[in-house]
Every structure is written in structure tokens, then in C-alpha cells.
């Protein structure tokens, strides 16, 4: 792969791992927000997608690492 398209999948990757880290603390949120409230299924529901979110973000960590990346782990966007 070419230097140039090398470094542009790694900020795409890492533009993605900003994106899922914002995911995951967004449905932690609603996860301890909800629990705490008494609502255990649907906060569960939301524990669960921050989990997968949490395993998307190993792969595309894993990608960024095999094409020689460093790994931003900077979410996107506070929680709102």
C-alpha cells in the first residue's frame, strides 16, 4: 500500500475510533443513568451495545496498528 493511501486509512480508522469511543460512553451513560433508575433490562440493553461498541473499536485499533498507526483514543464528542 502506498505511503500516502497508508496514512489516509489510518486517519479514517482513527476518525472511526473517535466516532465509537463517543458511542460508548453516550450508551454508558444511558446504561448508568437507567440502572440506577431501576430500569435493569433496557439498561442492560445498553450495557451490551457499549460492549460490542468496545469490540469494534479493538479492530479498528488492531488495523490502524498493523498499517505501522498510532492510535488516537480521543472520542468525537462529549456526552449529552
Given amino acids: 500500500m502506498k505511503k500516502m493511501n497508508k496514512q ?3 486517519k479514517l480508522l482513527n476518525k472511526t475510533v473517535a466516532e465509537e469511543l463517543s458511542a460508548i460512553h453516550q450508551y454508558m451513560y444511558f446504561y ?4 440506577d433508575l431501576g430500569y435493569d433490562l433496557l ?3 445498553f450495557k451490551k451495545t457499549a460492549i460490542d461498541k468496545m469490540i469494534h473499536t479493538e479492530k479498528f485499533a488492531e488495523r490502524i496498528l498493523f498499517l505501522g498507526g498510532d492510535i488516537e483514543m480521543k472520542p468525537s464528542y462529549e456526552v449529552e
Fill in 8 to 10: 489516509k486509512s489510518i
Fill in 32 to 35: 448508568f443513568i437507567l440502572d
Fill in 43 to 45: 439498561a442492560s440493553i
